[in-house]
């Protein structure tokens, strides 16, 4: 057997005022074939989970791209055709028994509203009807016609934070073995939930619908299911959750399941959204939790300002907010805002000056804030883990004025990590209040040291109100903005 293995993967908020090009990329990941002799990385992981397994069996590998770029604005259409081309001229090469494909499912470039189909269904042509394809797909994707009419199994995560990828990839490679080697006929069916929205696992009740659905796996003749969150900052048709089902050799099972765990998430709509603060709420929040248990930092998730999700990651309520509430001992970070980093390089460590902080980017900023601060800490490179794979913030600072802690970075990047303050300097143990840049994978780092986790929306580039993003290609009824979509 042959197999042949590629990753591309971008998240796009079409809302986003960030074009994602190929600097995106290259700051990102790229490896033109050799991806699984670098070190591994977030984009890599499957790749290396497919090779080792596929070679345990005796299968021979073709390794083509490995492609990353951190979240941001709609993808330069060349650069998506670059990729796409690039791994079907490799495809037509290695004349593969067998492929693996880690993509997003939430990739959109100038022409393309559904990068991934497009990519499939090219890839589908190439091989012909008879290879089986594997997809893993990030949870927050548009599950579309065209990548289930292409696919033969696709897979999502099903953990957010998203720490399960490599064991998804060796679940689809056992899937993909299975039906290549004739053990399995795997059929696939998906259920549209007709609901937007961004769902935690880490919390009741969507933990246990992820531990019922892992449940059902492997019984009934279901080999795998997935529920996609969808990825709500994005104005394709397809956006909303969607429960994929694969069964082995028979349709209506797969219907059923999808349509059995779909219906159950859907009645859990309501449960599911987690409250999410005002910025004035979460602050007042914070310093009522401190006053009662001052022993360890509050923190918060500006979910709005994610990088992670497309954001800029240089909004500045909080910082507005802070201020103006004379709060001290707050960090708020990770700050993208590269024109500071040069300023703070120049200056050096020690040295007070005035400087002019975030808001840059665009209204989802805010405005700058211009305030006199000292140079607490500089890096060359700033490093913080995602699970286990580096991410780089590249040069940063660390600056103090007014008892407000930020930490600036020159490369975009949500945090994940409280290690890069450390790097820089700054100890978490020594802060009240810690705001930062993420949605959700934060938690897994952050949470460890924090007193309490909350969230808030501040009015930045990704709003938590689901029911007023101005859709103009969304098919059909959904909920938030539809009680009851499914009523006639
Ligand atoms: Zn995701």
Redesign the pocket.
């Known amino acids: 057997m042959k197999l042949f293995i590629a990753a591309l993967d971008t ?1 796009t908020n079409t809302f986003a005022p960030l074009p994602t090009g190929a600097q995106a990329f290259a700051e990102g990941f790229v490896a033109h074939g050799d991806a699984t002799s670098r070190p591994e990385n977030y984009c890599s992981a499957q790749l290396y989970v497919w090779r080792r397994r596929a070679e345990a069996l005796g299968w021979t590998v073709a390794e083509s791209l490995c492609a990353y770029a951190e979240p941001g604005g709609i993808t330069a259409r060349s650069v998506y055709e670059g990729f796409r081309d690039e791994i079907l001229g490799d495809l037509r090469v290695a004349k593969p028994d067998v492929v693996l494909l880690a993509l997003h499912g939430a990739m959109v470039a100038e022409g393309y509203d559904d990068c991934e189909g497009n990519l499939l269904a090219a890839v589908r042509t190439a091989v012909g009807p008879d290879v089986p394809i594997g997809v893993e797909l ?3 994707c548009h599950l579309t016609e065209a990548m289930m009419r292409a696919a033969t199994v696709i897979v999502t ?1 099903k953990e ?1 934070p ?1 720490i399960d990828i490599a064991a998804r990839a060796e679940e689809l490679f056992t899937l993909i073995a299975d039906a290549a080697e004739g053990r399995t006929r795997p059929v696939m069916a998906a259920y549209d939930c007709r609901m937007v929205g961004m769902f935690r696992p880490t919390a009741q009740p969507l933990r246990d619908f992820v531990d019922r659905m892992i449940g059902h796996e492997g019984r009934d003749g279901i080999l795998s299911l997935s529920l996609g969150h969808g ?1 709500p900052w994005a104005d394709v048709a397809d956006v909303g959750a969607k429960v994929i089902a694969i069964a082995d050799g028979d349709q209506d099972r797969a219907i059923a399941a999808a349509r059995y765990h779909g219906e159950a998430f859907f009645a859990l709509r309501k449960e599911l959204s987690p409250a999410c603060l005002t910025v004035d709420a979460a602050l007042e929040l914070a310093r009522d939790l401190l006053l009662e248990k001052p022993g360890r930092p509050v923190v918060i998730a500006d979910v709005a300002d994610n990088p ?1 999700g497309g954001a800029a990651g240089d909004s500045t309520f909080f910082l507005e907010a802070v201020r103006a509430r004379g709060l001290t001992r707050v960090m708020l970070g990770y700050v993208w805002d590269p024109v500071a980093v040069r300023f703070c390089m120049e200056a050096g460590i020690g040295a007070t000056l005035d400087l002019r902080l975030g808001g840059k980017c665009g209204p989802a900023s805010g405005s700058p804030v211009d305030m006199t601060v000292t140079v607490m800490g500089l890096a060359d490179d700033v490093v913080q883990r995602f699970g286990e794979a580096p991410v780089s913030l590249g040069p940063s600072a660390w600056v103090r004025g007014e008892g407000i802690d930020l930490v600036l970075c020159t490369l975009r990047t949500q945090t994940f990590h409280p290690e890069a303050m450390m790097t820089l300097g700054l100890d978490p143990a020594s802060l009240g209040i810690i705001v930062v840049k993420s949605m959700q994978h934060f938690h897994a780092a952050f949470a460890p040291i924090a007193s309490a986790v909350l969230y808030a929306t501040s009015p930045g580039a990704l709003t938590q109100d689901f029911a007023a993003i101005p859709y103009s290609k969304r098919l059909g009824r959904f909920w938030p903005r539809d009680e009851d979509p499914f009523c006639p």
Request: glycine residues 12%; hydrophobic residues 20%; without cysteine.
């Open positions: 998240e990030d949870l927050h995560y957010y998203h990825f992670g």
